[in-house]
């Protein structure tokens, strides 16, 4: 069973500019949600999105944004780049979501902002 | 007060000691997930609870509803259990996190 997968891996931006963050859950599961992890700030929720439907949503600027497709991949996107936003951008799959199943992570995406 | 609580954050140990880590939170929930961190990034799920005891290999969890507390016990530790790990309770489809204990086993 292929696991959450995450593209891409590395990259690096400059401030003004956005970026295209994308989630492929394990084949199966609904649910997939977005954290952004800071040395400083430590993990954060992003939002969760079920069947294509945003279920929650964190504190985060509206410049962040994302939306699930039928088929239950997910993309983010960050327009107007901060510094920042340098992070890491983590993505969890599950059949239904934290609270009733196993979370599978993907590897993240480390976004550099310069 | 933050939610999710964990002790200790930092944790140095020999090779072969038992470990334990706690985690206190102050909200309803229905489940508790321990997870892994290892540097590079990747997060592993280590269990999911609900209630009473689960046990992996050498990780044992458990957790006690009415007390809001759950812990995270290594047996036999050897060096690959370093890493960081994180207790999460997910309240309205996210996760709230513990700020996670940085394990160190030395050889």
């Known amino acids: 069973k292929a696991g959450v997968t995450q593209t891409p891996r590395y990259l690096i931006k400059t401030r003004g500019q956005q970026v295209t963050l994308s989630c492929s859950p394990i084949?199966?599961?609904?649910?997939v949600s977005w954290y952004q992890q800071t040395p400083g700030q430590g993990l954060q929720f992003l939002f969760e999105?079920?069947?294509?439907?945003?279920?929650n949503k964190g504190n985060f600027p509206g410049r962040f944004s994302g939306r699930q497709f039928s088929n239950s991949r997910s993309e983010m996107n960050v327009s107007t780049l901060e510094l920042g936003d340098s992070a890491l951008y983590l993505c969890?799959?599950?059949f239904g979501g934290g609270e009733t199943g196993e979370l599978f992570f993907g590897e993240g995406s480390r976004l550099t902002v310069l | 007060k933050n939610e999710v609580e964990q002790s200790p954050q930092n944790l140095t140990a020999q090779e072969g000691e038992f470990i334990t880590i706690n985690c206190s939170y102050s909200?309803?929930?229905?489940?508790l997930h321990w997870l892994q961190q290892h540097p590079g990034g990747g997060i592993v799920s280590l269990f999911m609870l609900s209630s009473g005891k689960k046990k992996h290999g050498r990780l044992i969890a458990t957790i006690n509803i009415q007390e809001k507390h759950s812990s995270l016990h290594i047996t036999a530790s050897h060096p690959r259990d370093s890493a960081v790990y994180i207790c999460a309770v997910p309240i309205n489809y996210q996760l709230i996190w513990g700020a996670g204990t940085k394990l160190i086993i030395k050889p």
């Open positions: 999105y079920f069947s294509e439907t945003q279920r």
């Open positions: 969890a799959s599950s």
């Open positions: 909200v309803g929930i229905s489940a």
């Open positions: 084949s199966g599961h609904r649910s």
